[in-house]
């Protein structure tokens, strides 16, 4: 059988790369601040992770193709036949299993990063920038959910982890290196996507750094 020939082509955009791998370093820095009780980088670390949490999900809407929403979350039906082999329609971007990974990944880190804001204690410790904004019992029990929802965010990462090394040893389908170079060979009729469209990206930083700063500095009413 003839091999089809391949070219490298274009499949993920620098920030969806940059903000993808600074998700997994940001998470385990959160962790082991919170081990180690390093609350000054805890909340200000926490931070950056809410403005790239916002941005990620700014850019599902607005960044190119493999990076939207619309493109890649499919039914779970397609993540099943998917699952099964069958084709779906899928050429390149996440496949319809990984889609559920994605919106599974960044609702975790979501809800800990909110339970965050609102956690601690004013009179012992530590405290999120809208822990003033709750009563101190129900920042109390934010604080329990937030140090045992620790153990959800972490065993999502892993489910990710050994899904994607399934993907690499099993089905010889290696998924980090484009995830670092953003390249992947595929066949001539499979096409790349587009250039960045930077103008887009400037404003998606600006509102969700913006975003994040105002909640840093407690969420002061804006008029
Ligand atoms: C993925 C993100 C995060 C992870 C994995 C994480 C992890 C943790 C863990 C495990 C604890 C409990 C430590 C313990 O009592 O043993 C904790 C406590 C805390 N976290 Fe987070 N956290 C995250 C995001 C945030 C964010 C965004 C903020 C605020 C900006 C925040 C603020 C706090 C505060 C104030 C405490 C309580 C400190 C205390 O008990 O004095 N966290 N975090």
Known sequence: MALTPTRPIKVWDLPLRLTKWSFVGLVAAMWYTAENSLWYWHTRLG????????FRIIWGFIGTRTALFSQFVRSPRAAFNHLRGKDTGFTIGHNPLGAFAVLALIGVMLAQVTMGLFAGDPYDGATGPLNSLVSVMTADTLTDWHADFLWVVLGMAALHIIAVSIYSFVKLDDLVGPMITGKREEPE???????????RAAIAIAVSAGFALWVWLGAPPLT
């Open 189 to 199: 009729s499979v096409e790349g996507i587009e250039a960045v469209p930077w103008g």
């Open 47 to 54: 931070a950056v992770l809410l403005a790239l949490l916002i």
